[in-house]
């Protein structure tokens, strides 16, 4: 790989901080995942099973008091 020079790498570092401040002002605006994520099984006996299988799963995991 050759050598970069010390201006084309302030350049790529400058393109991927413009980049990144994009992506982040992009960001701002949508909803964080578990906001878009809520609500969506609501009502959804499947996804009650599903919990309740999980929590049915963990209490298995927990020690036992003697």
């Given at each position: 790989?050759a050598a970069a020079?010390?201006?084309?790498?302030?350049?790529?570092?400058?393109?991927?901080?413009?980049?990144?401040?994009?992506?982040?002002?992009?960001?701002?605006?949508?909803?964080?995942?578990?906001?878009?994520?809520?609500?969506?099984?609501?009502d959804?006996?499947?996804?009650?099973?599903?919990?309740?299988?999980?929590?049915?799963?963990?209490?298995l995991?927990?020690?036992?008091?003697?």
């Amino acid at each position: 790989m050759a050598a970069a020079t010390i201006e084309q790498r302030i350049e790529a570092l400058e393109r991927e901080v413009r980049l990144l401040r994009a992506a982040v002002k992009k960001g701002r605006r949508e909803k964080p995942w578990w906001e878009r994520l809520a609500g969506t099984f609501k009502d959804d006996p499947l996804f009650d099973e599903m919990v309740k299988a999980g929590q049915r799963y963990r209490n298995l995991l927990r020690p036992r008091s003697k």
